[in-house]
C-alpha cells in the first residue's frame, strides 16, 4: 500500500468541529502532511486555522466558489507537488478514513475509482432520490453504468487532468469529472464503502444544484 506518491484534497467549508480529527486520522493512515490538502472554500469559522495547526497544505478562497473549485485547486496544488494522484474525501466527517486503505489498494486498477454507499439503509430520501436520477443521466450520456457519481469519496489519477478540464464549479463537477473519465476511456470503477450521515448541514441547494446540473447535462449533448 505505497502511498508516497498519493495526495489527499478535502474541500473544505465550516468544518471546524471535523478537519482537526479528519487530518489526525489521515496523517495517522501514513499521509505525508505536506500531501494533505485542504481547500478552505470561503469557510466564516475557524476551519483555515485549525487545518494549519497541523502543518498540511492549506488554500483558502476569501469567498465561497464552490465544491467543484475547491477540488479543481486542489488537483492543481498536488499536480505541482508530481503526486501520481489523489484521495478526495469530504471534510464533515461523513466517510470512514479506515476505508482510505481500501481505495488504495486498488487504485493501480483504475484511474478514477469512487465510492459506492448503499442507497437503500440511512440515506435520507431526497438525497437518494436526486443522486439515483443524476447517475441515471450520467449512465446515459456515457454509455457505461455509472452507480454514484456524487460521492465525494474518491480516488483519481492526475493523468486524467492531461486529457480533460473540467468546467464547472460546483456539486456537478465530481459528476462531470466521471462522465469526461468515461468518455476518454479512462479505466473508472466503484467500491463499496460505509453510509455514514451526521447531523451537519448539508450546502446543496436542492432548487440550484439541480439547475445546474441540468445545464452540465445539456452541455454534453450539444457538444
Known amino acids: 500500500m ?11 467549508l465550516n468544518a471546524e468541529e471535523t478537519i482537526g480529527d479528519l487530518i489526525q486520522e489521515l496523517i495517522a493512515c501514513g499521509f505525508k502532511k505536506e500531501h494533505v490538502i485542504v481547500v478552505n472554500d470561503g469557510s466564516s469559522d475557524r476551519t483555515a486555522e485549525i487545518a494549519a ?3 498540511v497544505h492549506v488554500v483558502t478562497h476569501e469567498r465561497n466558489m464552490g465544491k467543484g ?4 485547486d486542489g488537483f492543481d496544488v498536488a499536480k505541482g507537488k508530481n503526486l501520481q494522484g489523489v484521495i478526495a474525501l ?3 466527517g461523513q466517510h470512514r478514513i479506515s476505508e482510505v486503505k481500501d481505495f488504495l489498494h486498488m487504485k493501480n486498477h483504475y484511474d478514477l ?3 459506492l454507499r448503499d442507497y437503500t439503509t440511512k440515506m435520507p430520501f431526497l438525497r437518494r ?11 446515459l450520456l456515457s454509455r457505461k453504468y455509472l452507480p454514484d457519481v456524487q460521492c465525494g469519496f474518491r480516488y483519481m489519477s492526475l493523468r486524467i487532468l492531461d486529457e480533460i478540464t ?3 464549479n460546483n ?3 465530481e459528476t462531470e469529472m466521471a462522465i469526461k473519465a468515461v468518455q476518454h476511456k479512462f479505466r473508472t470503477g466503484f467500491i463499496p464503502i460505509s453510509t455514514m450521515y451526521n447531523s451537519k448541514k448539508s450546502y446543496i441547494h436542492p432548487v440550484i444544484d439541480t439547475v445546474r446540473f441540468i445545464k452540465m447535462a445539456v452541455g454534453f449533448l450539444w457538444r
Do not use: C, W
Not at 505505497?2 to 473544505?12: F, K, L, Q, S
Not at 473549485?69 to 479543481?72: D, G, R
Not at 432520490?129 to 447517475?135: F, Q
Open 2 to 12: 505505497d502511498i508516497n506518491r498519493t495526495g489527499v484534497v478535502i474541500p473544505a
Open 53 to 55: 495547526r497541523f502543518g
Open 69 to 72: 473549485a475547491a477540488l479543481k
Open 90 to 92: 469530504d471534510a464533515d
Open 113 to 115: 475509482l469512487i465510492g
Open 129 to 139: 432520490a436526486v443522486n439515483k436520477t443524476t447517475s441515471l443521466i450520467a449512465s
Open 166 to 168: 473540467l468546467k464547472t
Open 171 to 173: 456539486y456537478q463537477t
